[in-house]
């Protein structure tokens, strides 16, 4: 079995955090959401997976999994150069996957739970796809699944008036018949080709599609709350402090849990809960709380609380206090 991670996206949402990072490479707890994809992969023994992307993102990509240096994996890059859609994407992914079943997952999802119990179901039903689904709150926003007797039996995208609560939470297995599947079908409304029609031609043809349920959160980090909400879940499942031995502290006070990464100088300052900083980044006479700050950010001297915010990075942020 391969491993597909989708990242060509834009990320047109969380501008302007994007124009400098792709949105694969967004921190949760100082960690980028791909290489919690790889993790989860690995974790399933994975080594051979593809990474879907723009060619604009290969170099921040490249550099940042070189860093990192902690998977026995071999990594190929494929190119989607038009934002096309994620039917378009498994397509242009083909000639690496070859006759392999493969495990999807988006890279903009943060992956809360193992994929052991989806690739189970997976194998052991012989499904030709499999996906990973999980209640939302506002289905209206997501890919939405009807089930019966432990099958899909359709699936809808951003329904206005949707059927069930169950959304598609981007982590799929598929067999390579997906590939007919994304040949078969017109790109939608808005100039995509995607998933949810690829499934359901599938269903239609009689191929089985089932499921497994996450019992965590699964978070789309698409939007600004939705990533500070990413990053309060993961700090809260960490439970405590996480503070690079490199950093360099004077009279703060830390409420946790909190993530401050490599390099960082905090000085007078009262830090937490669920508050990230990024490597690098200057911090005196600051009070944070529900936030994320990215990599070499200067903050000194903030008058009042900072919270529910992100701040981008190389900000610089200076006032005075009475």
């Known amino acids: 079995m391969k491993g597909l991670i989708l990242c060509a996206g834009k990320g047109s949402r969380l501008y302007p955090f994007t124009r400098s990072y792709p949105k694969s490479l967004l921190p949760v707890a100082n960690a980028p959401l791909l290489h919690a994809c790889i993790d989860k992969l ?68 943060l992956m809360s739970i193992s994929l052991t119990e989806l690739r189970k179901r997976a194998e052991a039903e012989g499904n030709h796809a499999t996906l990973l689904l999980g209640e939302v709150d506002a289905p209206q926003d997501y890919g939405i699944a009807e089930v ?12 206005q008036a949707p059927k069930s609560n169950l959304a598609v939470l981007g982590a799929y297995v598929f067999t390579p018949v997906l590939f007919d599947a994304a040949r078969g079908i017109k790109a939608s409304a808005r100039g995509e080709y995607e998933i949810t029609d690829a499934i359901q031609w599938l269903i239609e043809r009689g191929y089985q599609v089932s499921y497994a349920i996450a019992e965590k959160p699964n978070i789309d980090v698409g939007t600004v709350p939705r990533w500070l909400e990413a990053n309060r879940l993961t700090l809260h499942e960490k439970g ?69 915010t992100v701040l981008g990075q190389g900000s610089v942020i200076s006032g005075v206090r009475a």
């Open 42 to 109: 690995v974790e399933q023994q994975i080594t051979e997976i593809g990474i879907v992307i723009h060619p604009s993102q290969e170099t921040l990509i490249r550099a940042s999994l070189a860093h990192a240096k902690r998977w026995d994996a071999k990594f190929e890059y494929i190119y989607q150069h038009e934002p096309k859609g994620i039917a378009n994407a498994v397509l242009l992914a083909q000639t690496f996957i070859g006759s392999h079943s493969f495990i999807m997952l988006l890279g903009d999802n």
């Open 148 to 159: 019966e007797n432990n099958r899909i039996i359709r699936l809808e995208e951003k329904p």
């Open 240 to 308: 405590t402090n996480e503070i690079h031995p490199s950093v360099i502290i004077e009279n703060c006070i830390f409420v946790e849990p909190v993530s401050i990464a490599e390099g960082a100088i905090l000085k007078d300052c009262t830090i937490g809960p669920y508050v990230s900083i990024g490597a690098g980044s200057f911090l005196e006479g600051c009070h944070l709380e529900n936030c994320i700050v990215l990599e070499q950010v200067h903050l000194k001297q903030l008058p009042q609380t900072v919270e529910h």
